[in-house]
């Protein structure tokens, strides 16, 4: 018989080789995916994760998708933390994007080095307000959360759209639903020359640290964490439940509308109606990935990106769908929290036999 | 003779733990028998392996002379054990019929049940109304309830797990008075406690655990209660004494405090009065549900209270939260241990830092000195003997003994002028007991002042000089131990007339 035990205390080995036991079986279930779809696995292997990373090209355009991945990630793992599910960081993002556009927009080739600054206070404001939406709504009328985020996202969705079709529509674009193109001084300046890789991942990475001594030196992040784990106790240690709930969402909705500007202003280079791409919600899947930690969140985003990045390339070659990046990031998830289990738990394999 | 169960070696371990360790013993068909020891010395493992829940590693079982092992609580029960748990398990919004219909196997509710269990209530004496719900009953009629519940399966082996750490002294005595009926009438009864004087009381078998061993197989009768304690523990008991009784002035007071509960089945609190000195030490008795987690709620500032109604050190504090009115040296230790006044999944140098007054230096400007915190940790583990592999164990890895040591420790190293403790000695082993109460008072010899609010009515009564009783929301003035005052007591506790 195998059963489940607790540990008496978590197991630091597992900590480390539970997500390497979670890569290689996701790995293992890709080549029973490619098998029944009747590809060639090693092959398909090889496109989807190692080729990405020998090509310069492909190399910088993960570092391109990870910075925003990242941003967001931080921003959900505090309300994660604290147990306030934001889950329309993309709302929030998209929001973050309009607002620090239309200011970009406004100032259309005025020069100066205040403008991109100024932009990307008034998307991290936007995207506060968008989220204090639902923090508001919580804290006064016990409305939740869950809904109340997911659903601004559509909404903000739809904003975009009236945007680029009406006030914010590029006046020479031939009716195209697309902003005027940035200039030089609203453009996210490039770290890597030849690539799109911007500052945004610089500000992403700089922005873990920070999150990283906040949550381990601050009393705010013990207050967020024992929050999300012991509301009673919070309450018993003088923390207002209140102040968590919305300091967890501005933060969140904070970050995730700069990642938004940083994405309008970077690689985009212009506000167009495809402008959301998922990134909020997959970020809820770096966040776990990550078990919440900031550093960890670099990681888990790069590997994601990866998967972006791997997928096309591995539709482009084996012709297959583009859902098989979302396959990927389901069952990497999936694995990695139920390998996760194995910490706090371990098998034990009992031979007994009763009399 | 053939015995109702029959233990023969029997050991359990989990991983490195010994919980069990080659226990044997024997009960008699209609005898009351005492299952005693202290926290973790394996009562409640052996308890599971006779009620089917767990396994044993090694050794066997005999009922009435036949092999015995059950795999579930199901076959355990089909034998004819049944059991009394400490924490109930009943339905507050269901009525005691179907909530007792709930709890067996096989039947449906119907006028049959419903006489059976007036039958049942009536034969022991055991006085419940089918028709109540049971959100509305006291502690001691949720007890009835469960123990019909097992009377309904017919049993053999009645368990009862600490059965009277909730009544009140006159419940006491009825339900011993019920027990010693159904002994005579041929069920077995195992009976799980540490208060000792009861079970001299009421059993002649006991079975004394300790560390997982068998120590002794007994007649408490013919021990002393001091005697049974030493087996129990393995050492000597300290007696409590209060030496230099010094009353200051007042130092915090509560005035006319009322509030409303916000919980449905929550008690409203009436025109509370309460002044405590310094150097003192008061307590609050009383049944439980009777207001006192909404007056913790309020001491601690958790839930509000209507303005200048607590004042302390002649500040009205009630716009103050948990933590400012610790950084004016008033700390509390909560009831409940996991959840409250402890984060379970969070280690003990963590759980320190949720009372930390800036006098503690474990933050400054809002940054954290781990160093300075597990440093503080480390103080209270070795100075409260908590027994812990690392400062940085998850809290709810530790025993509830070990806990509430902590967690007091954590608030006497604060070296408060007010302490605020609600059942500081709630299921803690008999020696730990003894030193939580011996550093209380020699906290208040120090000269600072503790507020005990317990149901433990023999604690109250060895532990403080001025006693009052909390019934339904309402706080009698403090009782004259000089005059009657233990009769005094239980009338209050049982809604007696407030002078």
């Known amino acids: ?355 | 003779m053939k015995y109702q169960l029959e233990l023969k070696e029997v050991s359990k371990s989990f991983g490195p733990v010994q919980a069990n360790d080659g226990i044997s013993f024997a009960i008699k068909p209609g005898s009351v028998h005492a299952l005693l020891g202290e926290n973790g010395a394996g009562k409640s493992t052996l308890v599971k392996i006779i009620y089917g829940s767990l396994e044993p590693d090694e050794g066997s079982m005999k009922w009435y002379g036949e092999d015995f092992c059950p795999t579930n609580p199901f076959e355990a029960r089909e034998k004819g054990v049944a059991m009394v748990f400490q924490h109930f398990s009943l339905f507050e919004s269901l009525t005691v019929a179907e909530n007792i219909v709930l709890g067996l196997d096989n039947v449906v509710l119907d006028d049959v049940i419903i006489s059976k269990i007036e039958k049942y209530s009536k034969q022991y004496g055991l006085s419940i109304n089918p028709h109540q719900v049971v959100g509305d009953l006291s502690v001691g009629a949720r007890q009835r309830v469960e123990i019909v519940r097992c009377l309904m399966q017919n049993p053999k082996l009645l368990i009862m797990d600490e059965p009277t750490s909730v009544l009140t002294p006159k419940e006491v005595t009825d339900l011993f008075l019920t027990l010693r009926k159904l002994a005579d009438n041929g069920c077995a009864i195992l009976y799980i406690s540490h208060k000792l004087e009861e079970v001299r009381q009421i059993c002649k078998y006991a079975t004394i655990l300790r560390n997982g061993s068998l120590i002794k197989n007994c007649n408490p009768q013919e021990h002393t209660k001091d005697e049974i304690a030493e087996m129990m523990i393995g050492k000597k008991i300290i007696k409590l004494a209060r030496e230099n009784i010094k009353h200051g002035k007042e130092i915090f007071s509560i005035n006319s405090l009322s509030s409303k509960s916000n919980n449905m089945f929550g008690v409203d609190l009436k025109d509370i009065n309460l002044s405590v000195r310094q150097g003192s030490i008061t307590g609050i008795a009383g049944v439980a549900g009777n207001g006192q987690d909404e007056l913790m709620r309020i001491l601690i500032g958790e839930d509000n209270a209507p303005a200048s109604s607590l004042e302390f050190k002649g500040l009205d504090i009630t716009r103050l939260t948990s933590h400012q009115r610790r950084q004016l040296s008033m700390f509390f230790v909560p009831e409940e241990r996991l959840g409250h006044g402890a984060v379970p999944s969070m280690g003990l140098d963590e759980n320190m830092l949720l009372s930390r007054p800036n006098s503690s230096k474990m933050t400054r400007n809002n940054i954290i000195d781990w160093k300075q915190v597990r440093n503080l940790t480390n103080n209270v583990v070795d100075t409260f003997n908590v027994m812990t592999p690392s400062v940085s164990a998850e809290a709810q890895s530790l025993s509830g003994g070990n806990l509430q040591k902590f967690m007091v420790g954590r608030e006497l190293i604060q070296n408060p002028e007010l302490l605020i403790i609600a059942q500081p000695t709630w299921g803690v082993d008999a020696g730990s007991a003894n030193n939580i109460h011996q550093a209380l008072i020699a906290l208040a010899d120090s000269g600072s002042s503790v507020l005990i609010i317990s149901q433990d009515l023999d604690e109250i009564l060895s532990l403080c000089e001025q006693v009052h009783v909390l019934y339904n929301g309402s706080l009698s003035d403090s009782v004259d131990m000089q005059k009657n005052g233990l009769e005094k007591i239980s009338q209050l506790m049982l809604g007696g007339a407030i002078q």
């Open chain 1, 1 to 355: 018989m195998i059963r489940l035990q607790t540990r008496t205390d978590s197991s630091t080995l597992m900590v480390f080789f539970s997500p390497l036991l979670a890569l290689i079986l996701t790995a293992f279930s890709t080549f029973v995916v490619f098998f029944l779809a009747g590809v060639d696995g090693f092959g398909a292997f090889y496109v989807l994760f190692i080729e990405p990373l020998t090509s310069l090209y492909s190399f910088s355009e993960m570092l391109v998708k990870a910075a925003p991945l990242i941003m967001i990630a931080l921003g959900l793992s505090i309300g994660f933390r604290a147990g306030v599910w934001n889950i329309g960081a993309e709302g929030q993002y998209v929001i973050g994007a309009v607002a620090g556009s239309a200011v970009g927009l406004y100032f259309y080739e005025v020069e100066g080095f205040w403008l991109l600054p100024l932009m990307s206070l008034v998307a991290i404001i936007a995207g506060m307000s968008y989220a204090g939406i639902a923090a508001f709504l919580r804290t006064k009328y016990q409305v939740n959360e869950i809904l109340v985020t997911l659903m601004l996202t559509y909404v903000a969705i739809l904003f975009l759209s009236a945007m680029v079709h009406g006030p914010l529509r590029d006046p020479d674009g031939f009716n195209f639903p697309e902003s005027r193109l940035f200039h030089d001084s609203a453009t996210l300046p490039i770290i890597w020359q030849g690539t799109r890789v911007h500052i945004g991942l610089a500000v992403a990475v700089i922005l873990a640290f920070v999150s990283y001594f906040w949550i381990n030196k601050h009393i705010t992040g013990l207050q967020i964490k024992i929050s999300g784990n012991a509301p009673r106790a919070a309450k018993f240690a003088g923390f207002d439940e209140n102040k968590t709930v919305w300091l967890s969402l501005l933060v969140s909705g904070g970050v995730a509308g700069l990642a938004g500007v940083f994405e309008a202003t970077g690689p985009i280079g212009q506000l167009v109606p495809h402008l959301p791409s998922g990134y909020g919600f997959t970020a809820i899947i770096v966040a776990f990935l990550a078990r919440l930690n900031p550093i960890g969140i670099i990681f888990s985003a790069l590997l994601i990106a990866l998967t972006y990045i791997g997928g096309e390339s591995a539709q482009i070659t084996y012709d297959l769908p583009n859902s098989i990046t979302s396959i990927f990031q389901g069952m990497l998830l999936f694995y990695f929290l139920a390998c996760d289990i194995l910490i706090r738990y371990k098998f034990v394999f009992t031979f007994y036999q009763r009399q």
